[in-house]
Structure formats: structure tokens, C-alpha cells
């Protein structure tokens, strides 16, 4: 805990640190081509649908919202579905009491090519992608928010998470692939081939980590990385989710080595390649719970700590200032 509040304090630029909040929370949305090698039991349109359940504030990042006092904004990058029925303003009010989430239409193209057949994408759509959450952190920055929380949402998004993690680290497949939403062996066999093609296709490498985010990547995966810089640019801490977000922040470190310092990691995913990149960008997640459900909940969940150890170090009293006699 001391070591995250002079974390903060080094953010801050200031010591004691202010209690990082208000918290805003950015979901960011988009679907797959990859999905048609039968990497994942969902079918494509289950991210439009469960973006419908966000804006009505009824999915689980809305609840752990709700009881951090965070508002919730989901961003449509690149989902397949058109997603403009659902535009309105937002019924989130930021103070645990709103009911939905704000939905901002931001779509880059619907959804990524099939990575293992070419590339997910140009290198014009990826840095759209990121362009899309830097914009998204500093409007929520310059709205007053003063922490911010990786969200998600896209079927079958832990297949480029684990191709990008691959490809930016040299790992192998199989150590950095897992089971996404619980994939028998035989699926998830498929899975670690489909993402040695990719990698095999594409060359992507460390040396050029934006081709590597075209190729190999997301656009929900782009817009993390965009959000993570903008964030650090903005001053605040951006507590880190899952895989998805930790393949983001993998990118945002390769293109902005700066903004590693802004990351705070929420939580150890179950997904192996999290765990190789918390080592790689020296997090130490604040909580393990064995989660996979992204969305933004393991970070959401580590909102109090975060804000505890703030507080510890601008409220807790020192033996000097307490009274207490110094060692016999």
C-alpha cells in the first residue's frame, strides 16, 4: 500500500496524493473476423447485445460501478451491429446511483478481417483506434475525472489479445493463450493454431508495434492502448483490467514507453498472457480472484485499494505526530 500511495504521489506530482477520484470507466466495444475459425462458442452478435445490456445498466460492470461511485461510458469502435438505436443521453450519473451507461458511437469499421487469413486491419484503422481512446480519456479527463478504468467488450477478443501479446513479447503461443470464456482442449487447440498462423502470416514483432496492433490486433484493443496514453497525458492513474486491457497496455508502453508509469494493475486475469505482461511492464496486480470476465470489473474492484492507499498517506497519522515513543 505505501508503495502504490508514492506511486500516486509520483502521478500526482504531488505528496500526499489526492484520493483518485471521481473514477469513469470507458468500455470499449468491437467484434472479430477471427471468430470464424471457431475460436470462441459465442456467436458475433452477443457483443451488440451485451453493449445493449450496459447502456441499460445491467451487466456487471454497471453493478461494480454503482458501488465504487464510477461513471460508465462504452464506446462502439467496432462493433458489427449498428448500435444506433441505442444513442441517448446518459442516465449514469457518476454518484452510484444512475441506472445505465452512455453510449458513444465511434466506429472505426465493424468489426476486424479474419487475423489468421490477413491483416485485422490498416494502419490508418488502427490509429484511428487509438486516436478514439485518447479522445474518449481526455474528455473524461477535462470532465473531471481523476482516475480512470479499463473496459471491454468484444466476442472472441482474447485471440488477438493473445496474438499481440505473442508477437510483442516473443512468446509462444501456447504460454500466452488461454481459454477465453471456457473452451474445451480441443477448442482451445484450435485457438493456439490459429494464433501461430497469425503470427507466422504477419511477422508482426516489438519493432513496429503499431503494424503489429494492424495486424494482429482489435480495434477495442487500439482504442485501450489510446485511452491508456491519453490517460497518462491527462496526469491520472489507469487502473488496468483483464488481458484485453493488458494487451492494450502492452501496446501503449511499446508506442509511449512513458505511459507504463500511469498503469496500475487491478487484477491477475486467469488468462496466462496477463501474467506475462504484468512481469513484462513490472505491475504487481492488486487483487487475484481468478476473474475472466472483463468488462472493466477486476479494475472496479480495485478502486478502494487504490484510493485506500491515498488516503493512508495523506490521513494516517506518523509515530512522530501520533506520540509514540521510538524503540527501547
Known amino acids: 500500500m505505501e508503495d502504490l500511495g508514492a506511486r500516486l504521489a509520483a502521478i500526482a506530482g504531488t505528496c500526499p496524493p489526492p484520493v483518485p477520484a471521481p473514477?469513469?470507466?470507458?468500455?470499449?466495444?468491437?467484434?472479430?473476423?477471427?471468430?470464424?475459425?471457431?475460436?470462441?462458442?459465442?456467436?458475433?452478435?452477443?457483443?451488440?447485445q451485451m453493449?445493449?445490456?450496459?447502456?441499460?445498466?445491467g451487466a456487471a460492470i454497471?453493478?461494480?460501478?454503482?458501488?465504487?461511485?464510477?461513471?460508465?461510458?462504452v464506446v462502439d469502435v467496432g462493433v458489427a451491429g449498428d448500435l444506433s438505436h441505442l444513442v441517448g443521453p446518459s442516465v449514469s450519473s457518476g454518484t452510484g446511483e444512475g441506472r445505465g451507461s452512455g453510449l458513444l458511437l465511434a466506429k472505426v469499421r465493424p468489426g476486424t478481417a479474419n487475423l489468421a487469413e490477413g491483416p485485422a486491419m490498416s494502419r490508418a484503422e488502427a490509429i484511428q483506434a487509438l486516436d478514439?481512446?485518447?479522445r474518449v480519456a481526455a474528455e473524461l479527463v477535462e470532465g473531471g475525472a481523476r482516475c480512470l478504468?479499463?473496459?471491454?467488450?468484444?466476442?472472441g477478443n482474447t485471440t488477438p489479445s493473445a496474438a499481440l501479446?505473442?508477437?510483442?513479447?516473443?512468446?509462444?503461443?501456447?504460454?500466452?493463450?488461454?481459454?477465453?470464456?471456457?473452451?474445451?482442449?480441443?477448442?482451445?487447440?484450435?485457438?493456439?493454431?490459429?494464433?501461430q498462423r497469425a503470427l507466422a502470416r504477419s511477422g508482426a514483432g516489438p519493432q513496429d508495434p503499431l503494424g503489429a496492433l494492424a495486424e494482429v490486433g482489435g480495434l477495442e484493443i487500439g482504442a485501450l492502448a489510446g485511452f491508456i496514453v491519453g490517460g497518462a497525458a491527462g496526469g491520472v492513474p489507469v487502473v488496468i483490467d483483464g488481458v484485453i486491457a493488458c494487451a492494450a497496455a502492452l501496446v501503449a508502453a511499446h508506442l509511449v514507453p512513458e505511459s507504463r508509469g500511469y498503469c496500475v494493475a487491478g487484477h491477475r486475469s486467469s488468462e496466462p498472457g496477463a501474467t506475462v505482461v504484468l512481469e513484462r511492464l513490472g505491475l504487481v496486480p492488486l487483487l487475484d480472484l481468478d476473474l475472466?470476465?472483463?468488462?472493466?470489473?477486476?479494475?472496479?474492484?480495485?478502486?478502494?485499494?487504490?484510493?485506500?492507499?491515498?488516503?493512508?498517506?495523506?490521513e494516517m497519522a506518523t509515530?512522530?505526530?501520533a506520540g509514540v515513543a521510538d524503540k527501547g
Do not use: Y
Open 51 to 57: 453493449v445493449a445490456n450496459f447502456s441499460a445498466g
Open 165 to 195: 501479446i505473442a508477437a510483442l513479447t516473443g512468446e509462444p503461443a501456447r504460454r500466452v493463450t488461454g481459454r477465453g470464456t471456457g473452451i474445451s482442449e480441443e477448442a482451445w487447440e484450435t485457438k493456439v493454431s490459429v494464433v
Open 23 to 48: 473514477v469513469a470507466v470507458a468500455v470499449f466495444a468491437g467484434d472479430h473476423g477471427v471468430l470464424a475459425e471457431g475460436v470462441s462458442p459465442w456467436p458475433v452478435e452477443v457483443t451488440a
Open 132 to 134: 478514439v481512446g485518447a
Open 149 to 155: 478504468v479499463t473496459g471491454d467488450m468484444g466476442i
Open 292 to 314: 475472466r470476465l472483463g468488462e472493466g470489473t477486476g479494475a472496479c474492484l480495485a478502486v478502494p485499494i487504490l484510493q485506500a492507499a491515498a488516503r493512508i498517506l495523506g
Open 319 to 321: 509515530f512522530d505526530s
Open 62 to 73: 454497471n453493478v461494480l460501478a454503482r458501488q465504487v461511485g464510477a461513471s460508465v461510458t
